[in-house]
């Protein structure tokens, strides 16, 4: 006989909705300055309504991490050619930009979210696919650079880097005008961008003169 049991009403908006708010705070003032009350009241839901989705502050962590760590390891795995793996790299961050930037400023969220041992795993695996077949030093330096080269680039244009006071956003800005620094809205974006990136890693990953490294394609 068919039994019908009523699903919770909006579970997985309610955890979707959960999880983007989490994410904006452990930006803003970082994982471990941010309390699951301070989650809790910017949802304008209680606390155990939270603790009923979520068991704990690094489960959610967890839930909001993870995606970027399980997505990065399939497209690693698959094994696809260099320029393909940097072009699914540049793909990945944007997919994934605020979790970039929450792990770019706040080192210790991996290690709470008990994902170090992944992450570096992860990298190790990239510059050795990424040096190509028979490697010397100078290649696997090389793709280490070209690795480098876009996740650097991607924190400058998206102003991911780590700021002074992530709390404070606004001195932060300023402080970079004084300086002369280009604002927001002058960075290259989309398009654009992955362009810049994806061009600056395989500059990187060319060989020079008189040297061995991965050949165009």
């Known amino acids: 006989m068919y039994?019908?049991?009523?699903?919770?009403?909006?579970?997985?908006?309610?955890?979707?909705?959960?999880?983007?708010?989490?994410?904006?705070?452990?930006?803003?003032?970082?994982?471990?300055?941010?309390?699951?009350?301070?989650?809790?009241?910017?949802?304008?839901?209680?606390?155990?309504?939270?603790?009923?989705?979520?068991?704990?502050?690094?489960?959610?962590?967890?839930s909001v991490t993870q995606p970027l760590i399980d997505e990065f390891e399939a497209m690693v795995?698959?094994?696809?050619?260099?320029?393909?793996?940097?072009?699914?790299?540049?793909?990945?961050?944007?997919?994934?930009?605020?979790?970039?930037?929450?792990?770019?400023?706040?080192?210790?969220?991996?290690?709470?979210?008990?994902?170090?041992?992944?992450?570096?795993?992860?990298?190790?695996?990239?510059v050795r696919q990424l040096a190509g077949p028979d490697p010397r030093p100078a290649d696997y330096v090389r793709a280490a650079a070209a690795f480098g080269?876009?996740?650097?680039?991607?924190?400058?244009?998206?102003?991911?880097?780590?700021a002074a006071d992530p709390a404070v956003p606004d001195l932060e800005a300023a402080a970079e005008a004084a300086a002369g620094l280009p604002g927001p809205a002058d960075y290259p974006d989309g398009a654009e961008l992955a362009r810049i990136l994806l061009d600056a890693a395989l500059a990187v990953l060319r060989p020079g003169p008189g040297d061995r490294g991965i050949s165009e394609p």
Do not use: W
């Open 149 to 162: 080269a876009i996740s650097q680039g991607f924190m400058v244009a998206r102003r991911a880097e780590p």
């Open 3 to 62: 039994t019908h049991t009523k699903a919770a009403p909006d579970a997985g908006g309610t955890k979707e909705r959960i999880q983007q708010v989490a994410l904006e705070l452990f930006v803003l003032h970082g994982y471990e300055k941010t309390s699951l009350r301070e989650i809790a009241d910017r949802l304008g839901i209680t606390k155990a309504a939270l603790y009923y989705h979520y068991a704990s502050k690094q489960d959610l962590l967890k």
């Open 77 to 126: 795995h698959a094994d696809p050619p260099a320029e393909e793996l940097l072009r699914s790299y540049i793909d990945l961050l944007y997919r994934h930009r605020a979790v970039f930037q929450l792990v770019a400023n706040d080192h210790s969220c991996l290690a709470a979210a008990e994902l170090v041992e992944r992450s570096v795993q992860l990298r190790r695996d990239v």
